[in-house]
Nanobody, 123 residues
Framework: VQLQASGGGLVQAGGSLRLSCAAS????????MGWFRQAPGKEREFVTA????????IYADSVKGRFTISRDNAKNTVYLQMDSLKPEDTAIYYC?????????????????WGQGTLVTVSS
């Protein structure tokens, strides 16, 4: 499975961005999907995940209520809608696929990773 993330950019605090992650090589219906991020000088951290059907989602406390993950299996694409962005959301955002129908929080559960897209939030 190849994953291509896009949609990053520069936005002011309080603004919104929508990231997309397009999968190719295999249908996404077999995979739980997740978003992770890595800020400069920090370890990669979990952001959110969604089950293969889209029926279950989980979020990191730091983004709960501001970010929304969704997926369109017909388009083989997962999305991350980010609202009320804060400077501390600045990071490279990675999408990942796990060979499970369930939601997974830990990066070790993910088998495939995209190349990342940079999100910069200015104050």
């Amino acid at each position: 499975v190849q994953l291509q993330a896009s949609g990053g950019g520069l936005v002011q605090a309080g603004g919104s961005l929508r990231l997309s992650c397009a999968a190719s090589g295999r249908s996404m219906i077999y995979f739980g999907m997740g978003w992770f991020r890595q800020a400069p000088g920090k370890e990669r951290e979990f952001v959110t995940a969604i089950s293969s059907s889209g029926g279950s989602t989980i979020y990191a406390d730091s983004v709960k209520g501001r970010f929304t993950i969704s997926r369109d299996n017909a388009k083989n694409t997962v999305y991350l809608q980010m609202d009320s962005l804060k400077p501390e959301d600045t990071a490279i955002y990675y999408c990942a696929a796990a060979s499970t129908v369930l939601v997974r929080r830990h990066s070790v559960s993910y088998n495939y990773w995209g190349q990342g897209t940079l999100v910069t939030v200015s104050s």
